[in-house]
T-cell receptor
Framework: GDSVIQMQGQVTLSENDFLFINCTYS??????LFWYVQYSGEGPQLLLQ?????NKGSSRGFEATYDKGTTSFHLQKTSVQEIDSAVYYC?????????????FGIGTLLSVKP | ETAVFQTPNYHVTQVGNEVSFNCKQT?????MYWYKQDSKKLLKIMFS???????VNETVPRRFSPQSSDKAHLNLRIKSVEPEDSAVYLC????????????FGPGTRLLVL
């Protein structure tokens, strides 16, 4: 079945470090791919999304490229800041017979030290 | 800017009690969802409603039941809570057509003693 795999459960970085969160997906369809971010005490909010394969999405310095060849949608940021500390979810839309829904990865808790 | 509202923020109850959580969205969306987020931050969809009709019902215990009075409201009732129901319950809504983005509320944290 459809699935999203995020490898890192927790990442700890210092300010200005490079961020890379691995995400791969599995589906027989043509999904839209998302990164959501959840700050402490809030619900997840959309960080970026890409509908078309081989396109790149970017927001607030974060980037992710929808790579159909490697079925990946890794999240990157060149220089993280303390305010980026949050949980990041990779997600994929599933247009199954039971209606549209999102399939989320396990989430990556990012802690950025000042 | 908050557009998906959930009440209460936090609820503590005892095993066997009934609880009800409310969700309202002001985005004019047709589709609403309930998700459960466990202590490890795993997000799992529970229910999805489209214009007051149930369209997704994942494998959840029968003590959980969604209730929708109109397309802007989707409540969640738990008939007889169990300790494993302790979690954050997140409501979300989605636009129509090709708009896939889901907008989440702040969540209701349930603690079952």
């Amino acid at each position: 079945g459809d699935s999203v795999i995020q490898m890192q459960g927790q990442v700890t970085l210092s300010e200005n470090d490079f961020l890379f969160i691995n995400c791969t997906y599995s589906t027989t369809g043509y999904p839209t791919l998302f990164w959501y971010v959840q700050y402490s005490g809030e619900g997840p909010q959309l960080l970026l999304q890409v509908t078309t394969a081989n396109n790149k999405g970017s927001s607030r310095g974060f980037e992710a490229t929808y790579d159909k060849g490697t079925t990946s949608f890794h999240l990157q940021k060149t220089s993280v800041q303390e305010i980026d500390s949050a949980v990041y979810y990779c997600a994929m839309s599933d247009y199954g017979s039971s209606g549209n829904k999102l399939i989320f990865g396990i989430g990556t808790l990012l802690s950025v030290k000042p | 800017e908050t557009a998906v509202f959930q009440t209460p923020n936090y609820h503590v109850t005892q095993v066997g009690n009934e609880v009800s959580f409310n969700c309202k969205q002001t985005l004019g969306h047709d589709t609403m969802y309930w998700y459960k987020q466990d202590s490890k931050k795993l997000l799992k969809i529970m229910f999805s409603y489209n214009n007051k009709q149930l369209i997704v019902n994942e494998t959840v215990p029968r003590r959980f039941s969604p209730q929708s009075s109109d397309k802007a409201h989707l409540n969640l009732r738990i008939k007889s809570v169990e300790p494993e129901d302790s979690a954050v319950y997140l409501c979300a809504s989605r636009g129509w057509g090709g708009q896939d983005t889901q907008y989440f509320g702040p969540g209701t944290r349930l603690l079952v003693l």
